[in-house]
């Protein structure tokens, strides 16, 4: 596992960021048991803004991506202000990937949105995910053990994930280090196109902690 630093403290206690010194972000420990990389993921089913259900069962055969969001994190923001998260989805959904954006933020939370809300949220940011699902009772959050936003996962046309953590090495709020940084998803989405076992399975996640009802 990478040794992910923190180069600024930029938020107080009320962003939800949790951070450790120099030593890098500190993600809580959860009461749940996260899913494990190597075996098959766990199955779920949750409704989509579309207001149909959305099955993992229902791609079948498919790489499948997860991406857990909250629109008012500033490192969600940094992604999406930079175009970085939409040019993820764009290629990998142009390549016959499945990209499903999960919203776990908990009612009267950071994040927290309704379908219409999120379907805004999509259009503006000129954002491509196959679906975006809502999760306000974080079941399938905790199912996985998603810890921070943005957290992601990708999973293989057999059904096993292959990789679970943070989107890139660089886990700062800083536009610029979009630029420069490497990107795990892409990395680990380019090994299972070439059928092959993903460098990097698993990272740290960094973000803003995932608004879980208590």
């Known amino acids: 596992m990478p040794n992910l630093s923190v180069t600024r403290r930029t938020f107080l206690a009320g962003t939800g960021v949790a951070l450790l010194s120099r030593s890098g972000l500190l993600t809580p420990s959860p009461a749940w048991a996260a899913a494990k990389v190597g075996v098959a993921a766990p199955t779920f089913s949750a409704g989509a803004t579309s207001g ?12 499948v991506v ?17 175009g970085n998260m939409q040019s993820l989805q764009k290629d ?16 009267d939370t950071q994040g927290y949105v309704l379908a219409k809300e999120a379907d805004d949220l999509t259009r503006t940011r ?32 057999s059904g096993t994930l292959t990789y679970a953590g943070a989107i890139d090495d660089k886990p700062t709020t800083r536009r610029s280090d979009v630029q420069t940084a490497r990107s795990y998803v892409r990395e680990a989405l380019a ?12 990272t740290r996640a960094y973000g803003c902690t995932v608004k879980y009802d208590a």
């Open 52 to 63: 149909k259900n959305v099955a993992l069962a229902d791609y079948k055969g498919k790489v």
């Open 66 to 82: 997860l991406e857990w969001t909250n629109h008012l994190c500033p490192y969600v923001q940094k992604h999406y202000e930079t």
């Open 92 to 107: 990998a959904t142009g390549g016959g990937v499945v990209w499903l954006t999960i919203i776990s933020s908990a009612p």
């Open 126 to 157: 000129n954002a491509s995910p196959s679906a975006v699902l809502l999760d306000p009772k974080g079941v399938v959050g905790k199912m996985y053990g998603a810890t921070n936003t943005p957290h992601m996962y990708v999973v293989d046309k």
């Open 191 to 202: 090994s299972v196109a070439a059928g092959q076992p993903v460098k990097t399975p698993v």
